[in-house]
Each structure stands twice: as structure tokens, then as C-alpha cells.
């Protein structure tokens, strides 16, 4: 079985300083890891995935993330926050439980970014 | 190219009554996903098609939700005798195979009076 638990319902920035979005999974498989962000009334966009090759990640817009397998973590970061990074993210875990590779999403964090 | 498209983008509809809401995804994608955002809320899974294989029904929440994909690629979601609690986003994701990246549709805003 596989499920993901996103640490924080809400984190809270100012403009310049950096960004971590907590998440920790638990998957039975090698599983493949992603980063969502959807910003208000739009649609999901992916940021960033792990897929068992290096274990940290680059992403869009200057997000990275790491895996880490003894901590079965995948933090989302940014050495700077800005403005339009305001939004809700989701991390997904998905592995080939029951033969199927069905995700699992977090509850979400929304990042708020004070100026 | 185009993305995963879905209609219609809002629905109000009454208690009891049925709806039908349809996903475009990207062509050649053969995965192809629903899921349910109530507000405030994570994505519930509903229901996942895999090429010819039989779909995953695992997440529907009651027998009133359905759910086909006509030749492998148009999906309509239909959601019988429709409950206040159905009120929320439902939303599209197609992907090139089960275990890439999914890409969303801008979803259909469901609301029940």
C-alpha cells in the first residue's frame, strides 16, 4: 500500500526567503515521486518528479526536491520565494500496488507569500 | 499541443437530477484518470482506464457514478440522481502510459442545489 502525508496545511513566507513544503511517503515498491502546483482556479501543473534516477530533482520555476529513501521524504524547496509561487502544491506518490499505478495524492499545501 | 480538455467548465444542476461531464485527453495517451476536489480538500480518486484493460472502478463513492471511455480516448463521467454532497470540481488527467506524469484538464465546477 502506498500513502503520502504533506506535513503542513499551510506555510507562510515573505517575498525573498526560502521555501520548504514537507512531505513523507510510504509505498511498499520503488515509487515514483511528484510535485503538483495549482494556483487559484486553474488547473494542476506538474512541477517536478522523481522516477529513480538522481535523487535530487530539478523543477520549474526553481523548485527542487529531494529524495531521500531512509527518510522516505520528498521535500519541496526554493531558495527564494516569490510573489506568483503563492499557491496550493501537492505531492503524489505512485508504485505498482495491485498491478496498477493509481497516485496517491496529499491533502496539500498552500503556500502563502507575504511581501 | 493541446491540452486535456473538459466540458462543460461549470454545471448547476438540481437534486436528483443526472449529469454527464467529458475529458478530452491528450492524444496517444492511453492512461487516462477522474478524480473529485471538494473545497479545501485533496483530489479523491474515482475511477482509472488503462488502454483496452478494464477500468479501475476502486474509488467510485456509490453506485450512481459512472464512468466510460469510448475508443480509447473521450471519457464521460455520469453521475445519476445527483446528491448536494457530489458538489465539487471533477477533474480530467491523461498520461502517456500509468506511471509518467499526468497532465489535468482545467476541470468542470459541479453544483448541486
Known amino acids: 500500500a502506498q500513502s503520502v502525508t504533506q506535513l503542513d496545511s499551510h506555510v507562510s513566507v515573505s517575498e525573498g526567503t526560502p521555501v520548504l513544503l514537507r512531505c513523507n511517503y510510504s509505498s511498499s515498491y520503488s515509487p515514483s515521486l511528484f510535485w503538483y502546483v495549482q494556483h487559484p482556479n486553474k488547473g494542476l501543473q506538474l512541477l517536478l518528479k522523481y522516477t529513480s534516477a538522481a535523487t535530487l530533482v530539478k523543477g520549474i520555476n526553481g523548485f527542487e526536491a529531494e529524495f531521500k529513501k531512509s527518510e522516505t521524504s520528498f521535500h519541496l524547496t526554493k531558495p527564494s520565494a516569490h510573489m506568483s509561487d503563492a499557491a496550493e502544491y501537492f505531492c503524489?506518490?505512485?508504485?505498482?500496488?495491485?498491478?496498477?499505478?493509481?497516485?496517491?495524492f496529499g491533502r496539500g499545501t498552500s503556500l502563502i507569500v507575504h511581501p | 499541443g493541446a491540452g486535456v480538455s473538459q466540458s462543460p467548465s461549470n454545471k448547476v444542476t438540481e437534486k436528483g437530477k443526472d449529469v454527464e461531464l467529458r475529458c478530452d485527453p491528450i492524444s496517444g495517451h492511453t492512461a487516462l484518470y477522474w478524480y473529485r476536489q471538494s473545497l479545501g480538500q485533496g483530489l479523491e480518486f474515482l475511477i482509472y482506464f488503462q488502454g483496452n484493460s478494464a477500468p479501475d472502478k476502486s474509488g467510485l463513492p456509490s453506485d450512481r457514478f459512472s464512468a466510460e471511455r469510448t475508443g480509447g480516448s473521450v471519457s464521460t463521467l455520469t453521475i445519476q440522481r445527483t446528491q448536494q454532497e457530489d458538489s465539487a470540481v471533477y477533474l480530467c488527467?491523461?498520461?502517456?502510459?500509468?506511471?509518467?506524469?499526468?497532465?489535468f484538464g482545467p476541470g468542470t465546477r459541479l453544483t448541486v442545489l
Open positions: 488527467a491523461s498520461s502517456l502510459a500509468s506511471y509518467n506524469e499526468q497532465f
Open positions: 503524489v506518490v505512485s508504485d505498482q500496488t495491485g498491478g496498477s499505478y493509481i497516485p496517491t
